[in-house]
Every structure is written in structure tokens, then in C-alpha cells.
């Protein structure tokens, strides 16, 4: 079975380097495929495109890994067995452990209903056999780029979300005090219009 297309990967020299030449850090990809040669090809390729591969065979030790190390990455080949692809991402989401990774599901070239209900299950993207390696890599890092986005987002929502308590709290210490002193000067007006009263009478009294 063929995976990938022949000559498609152009090793680069600065192939850990995008656009402006800042570093990027490789990304994390879990890739579970029950084909020992597939699993073994799309490694050594996807670690000269500067990711971490880890590897599980079926959806079962691909939960074990993701206790061990989330990624950013989750490409799962849609011929499963044991677990199949869409029962396998519905099961890591299940579980808790996709964190903001993106799911790719690997797809066979006349496999379009298949993809179609992946995608419809919650899968980012897929991609169809024989692939391109270079147009794989272009769209995982698309791919990751927006969970980046997203996941920025959800922080500065976050925190903004803390700063609105924070300044509720304030606010409500602020009301609190207000109400207090408020109360204060009514005792005061209170016992004033009280001391004057009694002035009054004393007077009254010593006429």
C-alpha cells in the first residue's frame, strides 16, 4: 500500500525555520495507525518536518500515550479495527485528553463518505492516500497555528473574566464601605438631633 507520494518530502536546511527564520518548536504528533510499515514511514518523515512522533497501534495505547504527554497533533488512520477512527477520537475526547489538540483523520482515496462523517464527528481536517508530505505539513501547522490562536484567545478570556471578578469584589468592598459609612452618619445625625433635643429640654426645664 502506497502512503505517500514518491519524491513529495524536500528535506530543507532550515526546515525547523518558517517565513521570517524565527525557531519554531517542533509540535507533537500522535499518529495512530495499525500498520507497523505505515506507522514506520510516516514517522521518519514527519520527524525530518521537525515533529515529535510518538506512535500507538490502536485507539486503546493511543489513550496511554496521551496520559503520559499531550500533543498537538492526533492523526488517526480511519481503517481501524480494534477501535475504529471515529470511535477512537470520540473516546480521546471522551477521556479528556485531547486538550487543544487537532485531530487529522487519515483517509483512503475512495473513502469520501467515511471523511464526510469524521467530519461531521468533530475532525479539524483530513487527508487522503497517497498524500504529499509537504502540503501535510503546511496544513498541520495551519492547523496547530489556530489552536495556538484559539488557545491565546481562551487565556486573555480567561483573564479578563479574573479582572471583571476582581474588580466586582472591589466594587462590592467599595458598596460595603459606602452602606457603612452611610449608616455612620445617620447614628451620628441621629445622636446630634438626640444631644439637641436634650439641650433643648434642659433649657425648657430651667426656664
Avoid at 484559539?150 to 478570556?157: D, G, K, Q
Avoid at 445617620?186 to 426656664?207: D, F, G, K, P, Y
Amino acid at each position: 500500500m502506497q502512503f505517500f507520494k514518491p519524491n513529495a518530502v524536500r528535506r530543507r536546511a532550515n526546515s525547523d525555520k518558517i517565513g521570517t527564520g524565527v525557531p519554531q518548536r517542533r509540535r507533537r504528533l500522535l499518529l495512530i495507525d495499525e500498520d507497523d510499515t505505515a506507522r514506520a514511514v510516516m514517522a521518519r518523515r514527519l520527524s525530518h518536518l521537525n515533529y515529535d512522533v510518538a506512535l500507538a497501534e490502536n485507539g486503546f495505547l493511543a489513550l496511554n500515550c496521551l496520559l503520559a504527554r499531550p500533543v498537538d497533533v492526533i492523526m488517526i488512520d480511519m481503517n481501524l479495527v480494534i477501535l475504529p477512527g471515529i470511535a477512537t477520537m470520540r473516546k480521546i475526547r471522551a477521556a479528556g485528553l485531547a486538550g487543544q489538540a487537532s485531530f487529522v483523520m487519515i483517509a483512503g482515496r475512495q473513502d469520501s463518505i467515511s471523511v464526510v462523517e469524521a467530519l461531521e464527528a468533530g475532525a479539524d481536517d483530513h487527508i487522503t492516500k497517497p498524500f504529499d508530505f509537504d502540503v501535510l505539513d503546511a496544513r498541520l501547522r495551519h492547523l496547530c497555528q489556530r489552536a495556538d490562536e484559539v488557545s491565546a484567545l481562551a487565556r486573555h478570556n480567561a483573564e479578563l473574566d479574573a479582572r471583571i471578578a476582581r474588580r466586582a469584589v472591589e466594587l462590592g468592598e467599595t458598596r460595603d464601605a459606602l452602606q457603612e459609612l452611610q449608616a455612620d452618619r445617620a447614628r451620628l445625625v441621629s445622636s446630634i438631633q438626640a444631644l439637641n433635643e436634650e439641650i433643648a429640654r434642659l433649657s425648657t426645664s430651667r426656664n
